[in-house]
């Protein structure tokens, strides 16, 4: 017992699934440990930045800060776009969750969009680096969410993962345990959230907010229903600055997310004129799999298997497939570190 005890205390194995909407951390051994909106606020004196929030708390204050108080999201199209703000954030996120207080320094697993470019992977690894670890992998995320979609992805046929996040939508073809092709967009939940928000701005002269937005999504979004639902949208006035309401249809808001849903659409489509033949017909058997939070925009799946003719599932916690797939390879750290 004694042996064991000291083993654990010795090393720790981590995941990070470092997102564009959410950050989530897993620790072996202990299970999710952290799971909030990649959001950071802090105060900028010119020479230092103090945290003052992240995550929740920080989302929460959002657009209400005082002069000389940002908040910002570091991260953007599924990339590193501040990273001074972004390794701020790692930073407080390691205090909280403890990273470090074991003798041994952390091996870390993260993961980043497979077509991102050399640049943008070294700004992940430069953000990890707060984590003073002994080493860090970088595992390419539709792998992950392909494992954490209960895909065994080592077997010799081909299985299509649709990863849709915040900031970045990439499809894939897994055979043999890699990537056979891809094809990406900087395209996501985000756009949507863009796309709505400009709606209810420019047509219904509403100001709303985005977090009103995201909690609308679920019930507005219908991207191919024929059922024409009203929902009742609260914001400010364009011209009055005061409180108003709005009827809003559904069939309203399908037209005003046309442009990203349909560049989705697109990336699918390319993406399956592309596959070799020879791995055609096992994407016709096996269908197309749906990860991300984003895939569970309502009837997505539908206008997806009408557009083609494939069959799509969507994974099982389609959000939390990335974090799952990384967490489920720290069993094989070693082979990954080499």
Do not use: W
């Not at 590193?80 to 320094?105: H, N, P, S, V, Y």
């Amino acid at each position: 017992m004694l042996t064991t005890m000291i083993r654990n205390l010795s090393s720790m194995d981590v995941a990070i699934d470092l997102g564009t909407s959410k950050t989530a951390v897993f620790i072996k051994g202990e299970g999710l440990v952290y799971e909030e909106p990649s959001v950071i606020s802090f105060r900028d004196n010119g020479y230092r930045k103090t945290i003052l929030a992240i995550g929740h708390e920080a989302f929460k204050i959002k657009g209400k800060e005082p002069v000389g108080v940002a908040t910002v999201r570091p991260l953007q199209g599924g990339v590193i776009d501040q990273l001074e703000a972004t390794k701020l954030m790692l930073r407080e996120i390691a205090r909280r969750t403890r990273i470090g207080r074991f003798l041994k320094k952390p091996r870390v697993l993260i993961g980043a969009p497979f077509s991102i470019s050399d640049v943008e992977r070294r700004a992940v690894m430069d953000a990890v680096s707060v984590f003073d670890s002994s080493s860090v992998a970088i595992v390419e995320e539709p792998l992950a969410a392909a494992i954490g979609a209960d895909i065994d992805i080592s077997e010799s046929v081909a299985n299509m993962v649709v990863d849709i996040g915040s900031g970045i939508t990439e499809a894939v073809v897994i055979s043999l345990g890699g990537i056979v092709h891809s094809e990406s967009i900087r395209v996501g939940g985000d756009a949507i959230t863009d796309s709505l928000v400009s709606y209810f701005r420019n047509h219904c002269n509403l100001i709303v907010g985005e977090r009103t937005v995201e909690g609308l999504k679920p019930r507005l979004c219908d991207v191919f229903g024929q059922a024409e639902d009203i929902l009742i949208v609260k914001g400010i006035d364009v011209n009055s600055y005061l409180p108003q309401t709005r009827k809003v249809r559904s069939c309203e808001v399908r037209e005003a997310i046309l442009g990203p849903v349909s560049a989705i659409i697109r990336t699918i489509r390319l993406m399956l004129e592309n596959t070799p033949p020879i791995l055609s017909g096992d994407l016709i058997d096996r269908g197309i799999i749906l990860t991300g939070g984003s895939a569970l925009l309502q009837n997505l799946g539908g206008l997806i298997e009408h557009s083609f003719g494939v069959p799509v599932r969507i994974a099982k916690d389609s959000a939390g497939a990335t974090l799952r797939g990384t967490s489920c390879m720290l069993d094989a750290i070693n082979v990954i570190h080499g």
